[in-house]
């Protein structure tokens, strides 16, 4: 690499291109692997995996990482001989792609981390170069020349990659079609729109391309769209997945040709079927979307978090000068505007830092991937994911967390295909991660597994403890640092990193929340709830014990008035109070904070306020002194490990001056449980 001070300039914009070309290089390759192990060609993943892997080599040749564009190059060649090939690559050919990705993805960590790149492994690229013979041998020799109906396929508004893809179709034994779909307001009351109908036809067909159609069309529609595609579907299915008639099926073959030319040469497309096209992705990339370093929307948000602040100071100014019986109207109006504005822009900021849950999840399958093959077991990853965003801040920390609760799933939880089978499963184990948005403002993710399920015992031995009654106990004993229910490391687990960092991520970082569901023999279920976002917030500001502290609206499920005590609080501190007929634990928060005096009303766990919160899954009342308002704030988080404790989310600044605590109650709650009931305990475990 050379010109270093230039480079150092472009890195991070090159970094972040890199990474999403990777990203979508490891989704491309998977499906591939996919098509591959089914005996089926994959030409639209094979092309798109080619793209990806050009731009990355001609962007890693601009700034000189010699090492990426020497292993794209080659990746990049056998790709090319693939899409020739009609998108079919020998099995052989799949895993030196995946060490291909592999090599260039540690490469540039390296260059993220400010080293230099290491060389490409010689062994590594010989493979790769291999690769071209291989390629050369999977494409299929064509039985007979068949060329397209120039009308029918709209010759002139295909690409020669499409054309090849159609015509490569027919060769291989499938009908090339053309299927005409006619909207109208009566399909679309059925819900038949150009999405929806694109879905239902990708279930029986390979779809080459969609054209929108104007002019008088069948029905007297004036707008229809022409699917041109591959199948070896029925017609009546295929009309059947448009809504039927006014729509058409036509066959995109024209009579063959009276000499078909002959040879090798003949059978395979010229070399110059992608190089035509890889200025078009190049075009759809700067469509209105403008890339922005996440350090910049930092410096945003920091910008707005100081306006916040000075807001709040402000607003207690404003109110002391109408104590004093100063006029304050306009300056009230003046600030209930600011305020307006101050959300907008919050608004604005946070949408521009949500990144999309399923982007960040993208790189799970590569994942399973390779647990699948270190393991020997047989793994479906499913992702339902849909549309959910959350806050770039939280998915950067909450990755690792979810990668660890993957990786336990498949080494731990699932059972050996032969296990599986004696215990009457398919042979096969599910993985299936799905999430949605709640609307208190947390996204709740759920793993689940149809593995052995946790055993209590196994886990108990582990940690020289007794065996838990519950599966909240359980999950505690899990989440115990270090502990580990191997006996030796292996490739993928067995080294003490695990559930203690998953909870320390979800529940002390990110103040949200775990809980477990296990049965034995049926599987495991994981459920992770966190914020969308960690840094501003609506908070609520009460009094407890002489003292001031905050708490996140959304982990607020209800305020009351401490007046129907059923039962006073005995010697844990938790008694009971009537919330609409039923009976909900009350806590005292000041015996939990260590702040309120001997024998004080809300020691006692009396306070004349309590805020129902959710502790795994269950309302809890923790009793305070005096409410004071909502307001928002800026969370300051505690990086220093000597004062970060948990059931403490941070700081903020409420406009005086002075650091307010920002409580996370249910956190709060729970550790002070489990420390009272591990505390008695002789023998116990540590790591």
Same mark, same amino acid.
């Given at each position: 690499?050379?010109?270093?001070?230039?480079?150092?300039?472009?890195?991070?914009?090159?970094?972040?291109?890199?990474?999403?070309?990777?990203?979508?290089?490891?989704?491309?390759?998977?499906?591939?692997?996919?098509?591959?192990?089914?005996?089926?060609?994959?030409?639209?993943?094979?092309?798109?995996?080619?793209?990806?892997?050009?731009?990355?080599?001609?962007?890693?040749?601009?700034?000189?990482?010699?090492?990426?564009?020497?292993?794209?190059?080659?990746?990049?060649?056998? %790709?090319?001989?693939?899409?020739?090939?009609?998108? $079919? +690559?020998?099995? =052989?050919?799949? /895993?030196? *792609?995946?060490? &291909? !990705?592999?090599?260039?993805?540690?490469?540039?960590?390296?260059?993220?981390?400010?080293?230099?790149?290491?060389?490409?492994?010689?062994?590594?690229?010989?493979?790769?170069?291999?690769?071209?013979?291989?390629?050369?041998?999977?494409?299929?020799?064509?039985?007979?020349?068949?060329? %397209?109906?120039?009308?029918?396929?709209?010759?002139? $508004? +295909?690409?020669? =990659?499409?054309? /090849?893809? *159609?015509?490569? &179709? !027919?060769?291989?034994?499938?009908?090339?079609?053309?299927?005409?779909?006619?909207?109208?307001?009566?399909?679309?009351?059925?819900?038949?729109?150009?999405?929806?109908?694109?879905?239902?036809?990708?279930?029986?067909?390979?779809?080459?391309?969609?054209?929108?159609?104007?002019?008088?069309?069948?029905?007297?529609?004036?707008?229809?769209?022409? +699917?041109?595609?591959?199948?070896?579907?029925?017609?009546?299915?295929? !009309?059947?997945?448009?809504?039927?008639?006014?729509?058409?099926?036509?066959?995109?073959?024209?009579?063959?040709?009276?000499?078909?030319?002959?040879?090798?040469?003949?059978?395979?497309?010229?070399?110059?079927?992608?190089?035509?096209?890889?200025?078009?992705?190049?075009?759809?990339?700067?469509?209105?979307?403008?890339?922005?370093?996440?350090?910049?929307?930092?410096?945003?948000?920091?910008?707005?978090?100081?306006?916040?602040?000075?807001?709040?100071?402000?607003?207690?100014?404003?109110?002391?000068?109408?104590?004093?019986?100063?006029?304050?109207?306009?300056?009230?109006?003046?600030?209930?505007?600011?305020?307006?504005?101050?959300?907008?822009?919050?608004?604005?900021?946070?949408?521009?830092?949500?990144?999309?849950?399923?982007?960040?999840?993208?790189?799970?399958?590569?994942?399973?991937?390779?647990?699948?093959?270190?393991?020997?077991?047989?793994?479906?990853?499913?992702?339902?994911?849909?549309?959910?965003?959350?806050?770039?801040?939280?998915?950067?920390?909450?990755?690792?967390?979810?990668?660890?609760?993957?990786?336990?799933?498949?080494?731990?939880?699932?059972?050996?295909?032969?296990?599986?089978?004696?215990?009457?499963?398919?042979?096969?184990?599910?993985?299936?991660?799905?999430?949605?948005?709640?609307?208190?403002?947390?996204?709740?993710?759920?793993?689940?597994?149809?593995?052995?399920?946790?055993?209590?015992?196994?886990?108990?031995?582990?940690?020289?403890?007794?065996?838990?009654?519950?599966?909240?106990?359980?999950?505690?004993?899990?989440?115990?640092?270090?502990?580990?229910?191997?006996?030796?490391?292996?490739?993928?687990?067995?080294?003490?990193?695990?559930?203690?960092?998953?909870?320390?991520?979800?529940?002390?970082?990110?103040?949200?929340?775990?809980?477990?569901?296990?049965?034995?023999?049926?599987?495991?279920?994981?459920?992770?709830?966190?914020?969308?976002?960690?840094?501003?917030?609506?908070?609520?500001?009460?009094?407890?014990?002489?003292?001031?502290?905050?708490?996140?609206?959304?982990?607020?499920?209800?305020?009351?008035?401490?007046?129907?005590?059923?039962?006073?609080?005995?010697?844990?501190?938790?008694?009971?109070?009537?919330?609409?007929?039923?009976?909900?634990?009350?806590?005292?928060?000041?015996?939990?904070?260590?702040?309120?005096?001997?024998?004080?009303?809300?020691?006692?766990?009396?306070?004349?306020?309590?805020?129902?919160?959710?502790?795994?899954?269950?309302?809890?009342?923790?009793?305070?002194?005096?409410?004071?308002?909502?307001?928002?704030?800026?969370?300051?988080?505690?990086?220093?490990?000597?004062?970060?404790?948990?059931?403490?989310?941070?700081?903020?600044?409420?406009?005086?001056?002075?650091?307010?605590?920002?409580?996370?109650?249910?956190?709060?709650?729970?550790?002070?449980?489990?420390?009272?009931?591990?505390?008695?305990?002789?023998?116990?475990?540590?790591?």
């Amino acid at each position: 690499m050379t010109g270093k001070g230039e480079f150092a300039e472009f890195l991070p914009a090159y970094l972040a291109e890199v990474d999403e070309l990777l990203a979508a290089s490891q989704k491309e390759l998977l499906a591939v692997e996919e098509a591959v192990r089914k005996g089926q060609a994959q030409p639209r993943a094979v092309r798109e995996l080619f793209r990806a892997l050009h731009t990355l080599k001609g962007l890693s040749a601009m700034v000189d990482v010699e090492p990426v564009v020497s292993l794209a190059h080659w990746m990049e060649a056998s %790709l090319r001989l693939a899409d020739q090939a009609g998108g $079919r +690559l020998p099995e =052989s050919s799949v /895993e030196p *792609l995946v060490e &291909g !990705l592999r090599a260039i993805e540690l490469r540039v960590r390296q260059l993220g981390a400010g080293k230099a790149a290491s060389p490409a492994p010689a062994g590594l690229l010989e493979r790769l170069e291999a690769l071209g013979p291989q390629m050369r041998d999977a494409a299929p020799r064509r039985a007979r020349r068949v060329v %397209l109906d120039a009308d029918a396929a709209f010759a002139s $508004r +295909l690409a020669a =990659s499409e054309r /090849e893809q *159609l015509e490569g &179709g !027919l060769a291989g034994g499938q009908r090339a079609l053309r299927l005409d779909f006619v909207p109208s307001s009566e399909r679309a009351a059925k819900g038949l729109n150009i999405n929806t109908v694109r879905e239902r036809v990708a279930k029986l067909a390979d779809i080459v391309k969609v054209l929108p159609l104007s002019g008088a069309a069948a029905g007297g529609a004036s707008l229809a769209f022409a +699917l041109l595609l591959n199948t070896r579907a029925e017609d009546a299915d295929l !009309l059947d997945a448009v809504g039927g008639p006014p729509a058409t099926v036509r066959s995109l073959e024209a009579p063959a040709p009276a000499e078909a030319p002959s040879g090798d040469a003949a059978s395979l497309p010229g070399p110059a079927v992608l190089d035509e096209e890889l200025e078009e992705p190049e075009v759809r990339r700067g469509g209105g979307l403008l890339r922005v370093e996440v350090s910049r929307l930092d410096e945003a948000m920091e910008w707005l978090a100081a306006l916040v602040v000075n807001r709040s100071r402000l607003t207690r100014a404003v109110a002391a000068l109408t104590q004093a019986g100063a006029p304050t109207r306009e300056l009230t109006a003046i600030l209930q505007e600011n305020g307006r504005q101050l959300r907008d822009l919050r608004s604005a900021i946070l949408r521009l830092r949500m990144v999309r849950v399923g982007d960040v999840l993208e790189r799970l399958p590569l994942l399973v991937r390779g647990l699948r093959r270190a393991t020997g077991k047989a793994v479906r990853l499913e992702l339902d994911v849909g549309d959910a965003e959350l806050d770039k801040a939280v998915a950067d920390r909450l990755l690792p967390a979810l990668v660890h609760l993957v990786r336990n799933a498949v080494d731990h939880a699932l059972e050996s295909p032969e296990e599986r089978q004696a215990a009457a499963k398919p042979p096969e184990g599910l993985v299936r991660l799905s999430c949605h948005a709640r609307a208190n403002g947390q996204l709740e993710l759920t793993l689940r597994d149809d593995g052995r399920g946790v055993d209590a015992q196994a886990v108990a031995k582990a940690a020289n403890s007794a065996v838990p009654d519950s599966a909240d106990a359980l999950l505690d004993l899990l989440c115990r640092p270090g502990l580990s229910t191997r006996q030796e490391a292996t490739r993928t687990s067995g080294r003490g990193m695990g559930m203690d960092i998953v909870r320390r991520i979800v529940v002390e970082q990110l103040g949200g929340e775990l809980r477990m569901d296990t049965r034995k023999g049926v599987g495991t279920t994981f459920t992770v709830c966190v914020p969308l976002t960690v840094t501003l917030m609506d908070a609520i500001i009460f009094e407890c014990a002489g003292r001031r502290y905050a708490v996140s609206v959304a982990t607020v499920e209800e305020l009351i008035d401490v007046t129907g005590v059923v039962r006073p609080a005995g010697a844990d501190g938790v008694g009971l109070v009537e919330r609409r007929g039923a009976a909900v634990p009350l806590v005292s928060l000041a015996r939990l904070l260590d702040a309120g005096g001997p024998g004080s009303a809300s020691e006692a766990g009396q306070g004349a306020k309590a805020l129902i919160v959710r502790q795994r899954g269950e309302p809890v009342a923790f009793a305070v002194d005096r409410l004071v308002g909502q307001q928002e704030i800026v969370l300051r988080p505690l990086e220093d490990p000597l004062v970060r404790v948990p059931g403490v989310a941070g700081a903020t600044d409420l406009g005086d001056g002075q650091p307010t605590l920002v409580l996370d109650l249910g956190a709060l709650g729970a550790a002070r449980s489990g420390r009272r009931k591990r505390a008695p305990r002789v023998g116990e475990w540590v790591t």
